[in-house]
C-alpha cells in the first residue's frame, strides 16, 4: 500500500480543515486506517483509527468532539475532518495502514495491535495560528 496525505496548511484558531488519505497499491478494503501526528520536539501521537469498513473508529481525548475520520473505500480515501483548531494542533500529520480484514476495531495504542501500522504517507503540515 502507498498512502498520500493532502489538505494540510495554515489556518487561524478555530477554523477548520480536511485532512485525505488516498491509498494505491494494496487491499486498501481490508485495511485499517489511522492518523498521527507529530510535533516538533514531541513524540508521534495517535488521533484516530478506523477499521476496514469504517464502522469502529477511535479517537485521542484531546480530539474528541472536534475532529471525525471517515471513509471512502470506493475512492480508496480516508478523511480527517477537524475543526475548532488549536495552536496546538500544530504538526505534521501522518496517515498509517495496516491489513486488518473485517475486524470491528483498529489498532490502538495500548490495545488492539499495540498501534501498530506497516504503512505510512509522507505527511502533511498543519499549522494553526493567528
Known amino acids: 500500500l502507498q498512502l498520500v496525505e493532502s489538505g494540510g496548511g495554515l489556518v487561524q484558531p478555530g477554523g477548520s480543515l480536511r485532512l485525505s488519505c488516498v491509498a494505491s497499491?494494496?487491499?486498501?478494503?481490508?485495511?485499517?486506517v489511522g492518523w498521527f501526528r507529530q510535533a516538533p520536539g514531541k513524540e508521534r501521537e495517535a488521533i484516530s483509527c478506523?477499521?476496514?469498513?469504517?464502522?469502529?473508529?477511535n479517537y485521542a481525548d484531546f480530539v474528541k468532539g472536534r475532529f471525525t475520520i471517515s471513509r471512502d473505500n470506493a475512492k480508496n480515501t480516508v478523511y480527517l475532518q477537524m475543526n475548532s483548531l488549536r495552536p496546538e494542533d500544530t504538526a505534521v500529520y501522518y496517515c498509517?495502514?495496516?491489513?486488518?480484514?473485517?475486524?470491528?476495531?483498529?489498532?490502538?495504542?495500548?490495545?488492539?495491535?499495540?498501534?501498530?501500522?506497516?504503512?505510512w504517507g509522507q505527511g502533511t503540515q498543519v499549522t494553526v495560528s493567528s
Open positions: 478506523t477499521n476496514n469498513n469504517g464502522a469502529s473508529t
Open positions: 498509517a495502514a495496516e491489513p486488518w480484514g473485517r475486524r470491528l476495531s483498529c489498532p490502538w495504542p495500548g490495545s488492539d495491535n499495540n498501534g501498530h501500522y506497516d504503512y
Open positions: 497499491g494494496g487491499a486498501f478494503d481490508r485495511a485499517a
